[in-house]
């Protein structure tokens, strides 16, 4: 079975720092992964998403940016963090015409 | 065009009680429209997924209705209980492991 892992669960990082959050899939071959990030009591806003290594879809343009060095692993980056950048991450895959199931998040708190 | 509309914003129910949540889009396009259960501090859950050829689909205590011609759909949750409690989050997508477009969700409550 497909199985999507998500880390760290929480992160407190100060203004100005770097930010690295990665998301693996097992159990399934080039999927679709997208990052989403949801705001306290919001929807989910799409962040980025690919189909493939290496290919990466921005949606909104922002300080954050996205890779995927391998099939199944999906990396959220930033060189400097914002106050603005707090939220709650999510990490998704799809494959062909299917819904996408989402990893746990991660809790992202800049400070 | 790409907006699915999701209303109500926020419902308390009382338990065995049928909370109603209603969402519209414009894109005919849109061709498989999920619900996701959320609850604080995880990750949205797949609950149930309709595509626009059936009027009506159920899977326990939670049907799906939807109205092609109105480009309507809502989620009905049977007998609903406190454990129900969560967010629920209406989409839509064009398959083909396209992105899907969320609602804005719905905060529901279930009281004792």
């Known amino acids: 079975s497909q199985t999507i892992h998500q880390w760290p669960a929480t992160l407190v990082q100060p203004v100005g720092s770097p930010l690295s959050l990665e998301c693996t899939v097992e159990g399934t071959s080039n999927p679709n992964l997208y990052w989403y990030r949801q705001a306290a009591g919001r929807g989910l806003q799409l962040l980025f998403y690919s189909v493939g290594i290496g290919q990466i879809s921005s949606e909104v343009p922002q300080n954050l940016s996205a890779s995927r060095p391998q099939d199944r692993q999906f990396i959220l980056s930033s060189k400097k963090l914002l106050l603005s950048d707090s939220g709650f991450y999510l990490c998704a895959w799809s494959t062909g015409d299917t819904e996408a199931f989402f990893g746990q998040g991660t809790r992202l708190t800049v400070v | 065009q790409q907006q699915v509309k999701q209303s109500p914003q926020s419902l308390i129910v009382q338990k065995g009680g049928i909370p109603i949540i209603n969402c519209a889009y414009e894109n005919t396009a849109f061709d498989y429209f999920p619900w996701y259960q959320q609850f604080p501090g995880k990750g949205p859950a797949l609950l149930i997924a309709?595509?626009?050829?059936?009027s009506e689909k159920k899977e326990g205590r939670f049907t799906i209705s939807f109205n092609k011609s109105a480009k309507q759909f809502s989620l009905h949750i049977m007998d609903s209980q406190p454990g129900d409690s969560a967010t629920y989050f209406c989409?839509?997508?064009?398959?083909?492991?396209?992105?899907?477009?969320f609602g804005t969700g719905t905060q529901l409550k279930v009281e004792l």
């Open positions: 309709i595509r626009p050829d059936v």
């Open positions: 989409a839509a997508t064009t398959g083909g492991g396209n992105k899907l477009t």
